[in-house]
């Protein structure tokens, strides 16, 4: 394998969680004879930052913005993004050249006295910001009290037990990669179901830089690009730019992969639910037809209903 004449300029995010997984893409690369270093840019999105999501919108580009900024502007060579900070609209000129791994992508509860949701005591205080953790709690438990819970995640992690808050829901993921998941409890796909494309990083580039998409095109896994295709493609089809409790996953069946979507009513009332296979060759269209079985049992007005929360709460951004 041959090597750059420089070392490739990797964009992230300053928090951990950011800082581990462009170190991990980093060594991926430096095993292939690649060697690159880490590019800090801080992000509207980032703790501290006054930026807080327009109403109506999903408030992902608050953790991306600068650092595509800084890819179009040719100050770094890729970005390591979680994918689902990513837009399903990348700006033009940029692709996803790799999705090198996944971590699992369920969510994990950690609580103060340990458990599941289920263990959790009556009118117990659950901190999360992400409106589809909030609508699936209470479809699970209506007389949980869901407060909004901010920052990275190890500073979530320390609130838990503190002034009153009983447990938080975070990404499985996040909490493995940083080492603090000794204590958290996965909560099931089928009652949980996690955002797209959860758990899986993106290697963001320039779409015009043949040299440094072909020294990322080993590490792209052809199966796992076909399973989050399809989650977001799904996402596009539904959300069309309007914040919605939307939760979606692809699980290997006996036949091939299987797409499983779900929308939630953002008091968890009312949920609606769709699956199908996924065609290897087109997982695209694969998700358009889940998410149109969805949006024909009514999905849009639970949509709508979101939409509109999250413009009287300013909750809804999903987050690690």
């Known amino acids: 394998m041959t090597t750059t004449a420089r070392a490739l300029r990797i964009g992230t995010r300053g928090s951990d969680l950011a800082r581990w997984q462009a170190t991990r893409v980093q060594t991926l690369l430096a095993a292939r004879g690649v060697s690159a270093e880490l590019v800090a840019i801080r992000t509207s999105g980032d703790e501290g930052s006054r930026a ?3 109403p109506g919108t999903t408030g992902k580009g608050l953790f991306t913005k600068e650092i595509e900024d800084a890819l179009l502007g040719g100050r770094v060579d890729l970005a390591v993004h979680s994918l689902k900070d990513l837009s399903t609209e990348l700006p033009t000129g940029l692709t996803i050249a790799a999705y090198p791994e996944r971590e699992d992508p369920r969510d994990a509860l950690v609580s103060a006295r340990g458990g599941d949701v289920l263990a959790l005591p009556r009118g117990a205080r659950v901190g999360t910001s992400s409106l589809r953790r909030r609508a699936a709690l209470l479809a699970a438990r209506s007389d949980l009290e869901v407060v909004a819970l901010r920052g990275n995640v190890p500073t979530r992690v320390k609130q ?22 000794e204590d958290a409890v996965a909560l099931a796909l089928d009652r949980f179901p996690p955002a797209p494309g959860q758990g899986a990083l ?15 095109r080993p590490l792209d896994q052809p199966a796992l690009r076909c399973a989050v295709e399809a989650e977001r493609t799904a996402l596009a089809e539904l959300e069309g730019g309007c914040q919605a409790a939307i939760g979606a996953f692809c699980e290997r069946g006996r036949d091939g992969l299987v797409l ?3 929308v939630f009513a953002p008091d968890g ?3 609606l639910s769709a699956r ?3 065609d290897p060759g087109d997982a695209a269209k694969s998700g358009r037809m889940v998410a149109r079985d969805l949006l024909l049992q009514g999905a849009r007005d639970l949509i709508r209903a979101a939409d509109e929360f999250t413009a009287r709460s300013g909750i809804g951004r999903e987050e690690a």
């Open 202 to 216: 993106a290697l963001e580039a320039r779409a015009e830089d043949p040299a440094v998409l072909e020294l990322l």
């Open 52 to 54: 807080r999501p327009a």
């Open 276 to 278: 199908g296979p996924v």
């Open 160 to 181: 838990v037990g503190r002034e009153g808050l009983d447990a938080a829901v975070l990404a499985l993921a996040g909490l493995r990669r940083l080492g603090l998941a």
């Open 260 to 262: 499983q979507v779900r």
């Open 269 to 271: 009332t009312k949920q």
